[in-house]
């Protein structure tokens, strides 16, 4: 039976009708599979929440230990049957502890690839080509105008900033899950040992990565610092929503860093009146985009979250069978970045 | 062409005046001639002609990209340039780029035919901020925060010299300005601009507040109509062995090509200011039928003809050759009635002289005010004081303009678009209708009017309400009533609802009223220029 009879969308999220789960639910369900801890893919209060161990614990991080009445750590390529569903959970190259979800009945396959993207990322394991019949693929910036440059041309950029003002504090609004942690992460690479300061709403998820013994070198609370003076010439990293906050207003001469995907469009860039715009992403640009459609090479593409359009066009156009997968509480390009900050 | 790209670069990110003009002097100093020259004329939007044509651009990438994916690009991203400089496929990066002025130089000399090929093999070699710069330097279109007049004052500030020094010098110079930027740096002679026909700031008027109209002394004001056409400036030396006429519009652009009827009579030395309308002798035409004048490359006889065009002369900077702007209003007035009315030269059926009005009270000025409102071609008062000098800029306190009232309508939302620039994604430009029966029909658009937070309202609204996609373009549900004021409305054939709306922008958003009690066409139609 076409997973189109089995697989369908309501107004909570992805449904598996034989399995009797959904996947990224958006309000409480019964039984929910969990690709990773973004909010518009975790949310609490569902009765049995089946995910990987880190993405479990960034959810009792951001919801508090009863964030599910049950929770189950699923290890990678392990097979779970749901009734007569076998489902298996494989990397997703997100961000720590992001999954892929294969899900096989009636002698179809279909993987439910989550947010996903194809660079090297050292705070998680790579992407893994499954092949599938039914392949459902994020669209995020699914437009050939998107080519995310390498992540260490991006540092390099605040490290020159760095140097040219060095009295500046360098305030980079950088997504609190995934995002922090990877240009952490990059400026260590690059040999950046100094201190990073970090905003309130960013330490807990970093000491949670550090717990997943990730080494993110001397991290510094700005709540700590007595003297906000003495940050003129740091870098401190805060969520996109401080940087124009009343929050930013104590340190000293800030200039704006904005880190996002987004930042390759100047006009996005200047609405959010960053100064310095990095371009870094946690999803695939289009190229990744469509290397993984062909790697893949699925009878048919399901596409959601993002650029539909562009992507079901391009997929068509390549041979593929190709749609829009109308997710209710995943239209990211309605809501803006505010209520999606992750990417 | 590196160190411009970066500059634009800098320019685009960088918020306030200060910072900017702060980089535009680092740039300066550190830039050889000629190339700063250049960057200087592109950010002061002094080029004088395309070196590309956007249909050329955008041939380019379509024979590159496929053209459904260009075409959602574009809408995402909401500006060619930018799109393009993202989208080109080519990339061979070049140890070094040639200089800009090297650039430029193959672009004014190459042949037509051969414009695209070289912008094709420029942008092969470029990053795409680079691509980004170019494009918007070959198509005129950089908008990074610095205006002209800012750009003048930057200029100043780096030579030191005093800004009206740079306003007088600046029409009668050209990019890339090296002698001018030799003098700011005291390397060189001030550029001599006495032969040349030039430009003179024009100066402005600010709105009238009801204070000032309380405070009325007849004595001190002269009192005009606010014409409603064009505000020119009239440059003619006819006394040289190369005799010299141009017309400028108020920013300085030089649109005599537009306007020979109107030059082929004027002779003299002499600077008039005024206002450009279509006059069939004495009878002042409405805007729209200037409009059919405006932007025509080349008129036709005909179009001459049906349309001639005249200017009403309110003011005069130079005459005979004799500069005078250092005199009171009352004084240039004298002299520009004397030599309109009195000499052979002045005496010209295409120059008309501003009537004057008068007023006895502030209650009389406004019953005037009323009356000549009631006039369509007038928009409105003009007052200026009778002390006042001719100063470029907008001097406070000399010259006030008392538009008519606008008038509004409420009409419905039918359509939305993303806009451009600084609104790229947000749904900013509004088609609205108003109610013929029970069926609504489009009769204006209007992207201005709002603020910030309203436009994010509105933008919300829209992705919340829309029902249907005709390309970029938003179908939303007719519920959403708009206060659209404008400033005139006339027939048009170009509008099923046979009616266009002048200046129209959004006045105020009526979250509160029903849709079905928005204005009907008919009401609308009431209002047309007669």
New interface residues.
């Given amino acids: 039976m076409h997973p189109s009879q089995w697989m369908k969308i309501d107004n909570i999220g992805l449904y598996c009708k034989p399995g009797d789960f959904y996947i990224d639910p958006m309000s409480p369900v019964q039984t929910a599979l969990v690709t990773h801890g973004h909010a518009d893919h975790a949310r609490e209060g569902h009765k049995h929440v089946f995910a990987s161990h880190e993405t479990l614990a960034i959810m009792r991080t951001r919801y508090g230990e009863e964030m599910a009445d049950e929770q189950q750590g699923v290890a990678m390529q392990t097979p779970l049957t749901f009734n007569d569903v076998v489902v298996t959970f494989y990397p997703a190259g997100h961000i720590l502890g992001s999954t892929q979800i294969l899900i096989e009945y009636a002698g179809y396959s279909v993987v439910v690839s989550g947010d996903y993207k194809r660079r090297h990322d050292p705070t998680c394991p790579p992407f893994e080509v499954i092949p599938c019949d039914v392949f459902i693929t994020e669209a995020t910036f699914a437009l050939p105008v998107f080519r995310h440059p390498p992540i260490g041309d991006e540092i390099a950029k605040l490290l020159h900033s760095l140097a040219v003002f060095p009295s500046r504090c360098h305030l980079v609004g950088a997504y609190a899950l995934g995002k922090c942690q990877r240009v952490i992460l990059a400026l260590r690479e690059a040999g950046y040992d100094a201190p990073i300061y970090l905003h309130g709403a960013q330490i807990k998820l970093c000491q949670l990565y550090q717990q997943f013994d990730i080494a993110l070198g001397e991290l510094i609370p700005v709540s700590e610092v007595v003297d906000k003076q003495t940050l003129a010439g740091e870098i401190v990293i805060a969520p996109p929503s401080a940087l124009a906050d009343r929050w930013s207003r104590s340190l000293p001469n800030v200039r704006t860093v904005m880190v996002s995907g987004w930042m390759q469009i100047r006009a996005r860039a200047k609405q959010r009146n960053a100064e310095l715009p990095l371009i870094i992403s946690d999803h695939c640009d289009w190229p990744e985009l469509l290397q993984t459609i062909e790697e893949v090479n699925p009878t048919e593409v399901w596409v959601t979250h993002g650029r539909e359009d562009a992507l079901i066009y391009q997929a068509r156009k390549m041979g593929y069978r190709a749609r829009a997968l109308s997710m209710v509480g995943y239209d990211e390009d309605e809501q803006g970045e505010s209520f999606h900050g992750s990417v | 062409m590196e160190a411009f790209s970066e500059l634009l670069e800098q320019l685009?990110?960088?918020?306030g005046n200060n910072a900017k003009a702060a980089l535009i002097k680092d740039y300066l100093a550190s830039t050889p001639d000629p190339d700063r020259g250049w960057a200087v004329a592109a950010i002061a939007g002094a080029l004088k002609f395309d070196f590309f044509k956007r249909n050329t651009v955008k041939k380019l990438i379509t024979e590159r990209?496929?053209g459904?994916?260009f075409a959602?690009?574009y809408d995402?991203?909401?500006?060619v340039s930018?799109?393009v400089a993202?989208?080109w496929p080519d990339y061979e990066p070049s140890v070094k780029l040639p200089a800009l002025s090297e650039i430029i130089d193959d672009f004014m000399g190459v042949s037509r035919n051969k414009v695209s090929g070289t912008l094709a093999n420029y942008l092969s070699i470029m990053t795409p901020a680079q691509r980004?710069a170019l494009l918007k330097l070959g198509t005129r279109g950089l908008r990074i925060g610095v205006s002209a007049r800012s750009i003048k004052q930057i200029l100043a500030d780096y030579g030191n010299k005093d800004i009206s020094d740079i306003e007088t010098l600046w029409h009668g110079v050209k990019p890339p300005y090296t002698n001018l930027l030799l003098w700011l740096e005291d390397k060189g002679p001030k550029p001599d601009i006495s032969d040349v026909l030039t430009f003179h700031p024009v100066m402005l008027s600010h709105p009238i507040e009801e204070k000032h109209i309380d405070d009325f002394c007849p004595h001190l004001w002269q009192i005009e109509n606010k014409y409603d056409g064009i505000r020119v400036q009239l440059a003619c030396n006819t006394q040289k062995a190369e005799s010299q006429k141009a017309l400028f519009s108020r920013t300085g652009d030089d649109i005599s090509h537009a306007f020979p009827d109107l030059l082929e009579a004027i002779s003299g030395n002499l600077v008039l200011d005024g206002e450009l309308l279509v006059m069939h002798k004495e009878s002042i035409d409405t805007f729209n039928a200037l409009q059919q004048r405006l932007n025509k490359k080349k008129p036709s006889n005909a179009l001459m003809k049906t349309f001639p065009a005249g200017m009403i002369v309110y003011d005069a900077l130079v005459i005979e050759g004799i500069d005078l702007t250092s005199l009171p209003l009352a004084e240039r007035r004298k002299k520009l009635q004397d030599y309109l009315t009195q000499t052979e030269k002045g005496i010209n059926p295409r120059l008309h002289l501003s009537t004057t009005l008068f007023a006895a009270s502030a209650d009389e000025l406004r019953a005037l005010h009323q009356k000549v409102c009631q006039n369509r071609a007038v928009e409105g008062l003009m007052l200026k004081r009778l002390d006042s000098y001719y100063v470029p800029g907008r001097p406070k306190g000399k010259w006030y303009k008392w538009k008519r009232d606008a008038f509004t309508v409420d009409a419905v939302m039918m359509y939305a678009q993303r806009g451009h620039?600084?609104?790229?994604?947000f749904y900013s430009d509004y088609t609205f209708g108003a109610w013929q029966d029970d069926t609504l029909l489009p009769i204006g658009k209007a992207y201005s009017g709002f603020t910030d937070d309203e436009l994010k309202k509105l933008d919300n609204w829209v992705?919340?309400n829309a029902i249907g996609r005709f390309g970029p373009v938003r179908e939303v549900k007719k519920e959403l009533v708009l206060e659209v004021a404008f400033d005139a409305v006339h027939t048009s054939s170009r509008h099923k609802s046979g009616v266009a709306l002048r200046f129209p922008r959004i006045h105020r958003i009526r979250w509160d009223k029903p849709a079905s009690e928005a204005d009907t066409l008919e009401t609308i139609v009431s209002l047309i220029d007669t």
């Avoid at chain 2, 685009?12 to 918020?15: A, E, L, N, Q, R």
């Fill in positions: 685009y990110f960088t918020s990209v496929d459904e994916l959602m690009s995402y991203v909401g500006e930018e799109t993202h989208l980004w620039g600084k609104r790229s994604s992705r919340r």
